[in-house]
């Protein structure tokens, strides 16, 4: 008598009379060669995000948030965008500045809705650029380059007296002699920043030209905010049209041409130099960044809206290997143990040759204005509509 061996579909079938539901589907996993831990319950958190939503949509933090259970799916809109708009039915939101985050803040406390914030880490308001015209800048006086960060440095201060002078002057590129460094523009020399109604970083820039043009201090009454706010309108809104994401601009092919300055933040262009190093071996030494002397810094604030938002939160701010991975997409991540940002960062770099920038105790720290000045000078520049919650 002949015996045929059972093939691979019979066998499942049969142990799918003669087993429990559960064992079927360990010994179905077996037999496609993976087997997996008990199933873990996975929850989509509703989340609407700004430009650091590039955290949450690198693969690797995608596959550590699985791993803990959660799944993240992000609307995208601007800072203000987010605090302008409805956000019922959503777990976080993710402003990329204290501005935006305290509007929701502010106007879920008046509901009696309060909610919890996390800060999981720090990427300071950069100017970028390239070499030639970081250069044309240093032929002037306006910057410097930074000493002891190691190798070819990849960044400046920027004196932003200075360089705002030379805006507001009328002073083009040609006339700074940028020709100088093989470079042909007679475009005005100014830095571009995304749309100002839309985004943290433009209405931070906003802020930082005000402190400086205000002699280093933020106005105090609202007349005061909305003369200054007229006063440099010039100063930020002469830079052609607008668009949502710099970075991306400044990072592309067409970018010396297209933006010669933008405004970013420090992570966006120091997870540009990892992932260059890692496929050249060296770092991209034609993009440079302009660090400014009056310095200011911004801390995104995942807000929580829900318990599930607020188990997100927890988990981004104390896991230490998303810990790691923010710290090689560039961000400055916060010591657990305190309020400070770590100074691993400066090692990562360095393993890697990319040098670090250095900050300067000698720099002025910028204020911004209190959040309804802000506001309204954020209204009066960008022509944009009043935020809610602002008054």
Not at 55 to 67: A, G, M, Q, T
Not at 170 to 188: C, P
Not at 365 to 372: C, D, G, N, Q, T
Request: glycine share 8%; with cysteine; net charge negative.
């Amino acid at each position: 008598m002949t015996v045929t061996r059972p093939t691979r579909g019979r066998l499942r079938r049969a142990l799918a009379v003669a087993l429990p539901l559960p064992v079927v589907g360990l010994v179905l996993l077996m037999a496609s060669g993976h087997l997996l831990l008990p199933l873990q319950k996975v929850v989509t958190i509703e989340a609407k995000m700004a430009s650091k939503r590039d955290f949450f949509e690198d693969p690797e933090v995608e596959r550590l948030l699985l791993k803990h259970g959660f799944r993240v799916r992000i609307t995208r809109m601007g800072s203000r965008e987010i605090a302008n708009q409805d956000i019922k039915g959503y777990d976080v939101v993710f402003p990329s500045g204290q501005p935006a985050a305290d509007l929701i803040t502010r106007e879920r406390a008046a509901a009696d809705r309060p909610v919890t914030t996390y800060r999981p880490f720090v990427s300071p308001i950069v100017l970028a650029t390239y070499r030639e015209y970081a250069e044309a800048l240093r032929g002037n006086g306006v910057a410097r380059l930074q000493r002891g960060s190691g190798g070819q440095s990849l960044y400046y201060t920027l004196d932003m007296e200075k360089f705002l002078a030379l805006t507001r002057g009328g002073k083009t590129w040609d006339g700074i002699g940028i020709a100088r460094y093989g470079v042909d523009n007679g475009n005005k020399v100014l830095a571009q920043s995304s749309d100002i109604c839309e985004s943290n970083s433009g209405g931070t820039y906003l802020g930082l030209v005000a402190f400086v043009e205000h002699e280093n201090d933020a106005p105090d009454t609202l007349p005061e905010a909305e003369r200054l706010a007229r006063d440099i309108k010039p100063l930020l809104v002469e830079q052609g049209l607008p668009s949502a994401e710099k970075a991306e601009t400044y990072l592309s092919a067409d970018g010396k041409g297209i933006s010669p300055i933008a405004v970013i933040y420090e992570h966006q262009f120091l997870a540009h130099q990892i992932a260059y190093e890692a496929e050249h071996g060296t770092p991209d030494s034609e993009r440079v960044l302009l660090y400014p002397s009056t310095r200011i810094d911004t801390e995104p604030q995942l807000v929580a809206l829900t318990r599930d938002g607020d188990r997100l939160g927890e988990l981004i701010t104390s896991d230490l290997e998303l810990q790691h991975r923010a710290m090689e997409l560039g961000f400055r991540v916060r010591d657990t143990r305190s309020d400070a940002t770590s100074v691993q960062l400066k090692e990562f770099l360095g393993e890697r040759d990319i040098p670090a920038p250095v900050t300067s105790a000698d720099d002025t720290k910028a204020v911004l204005p209190r959040l309804p000045l802000l506001e309204r000078m954020i209204q009066i520049v960008g022509d944009c509509p009043p935020a809610e919650g602002a008054e």
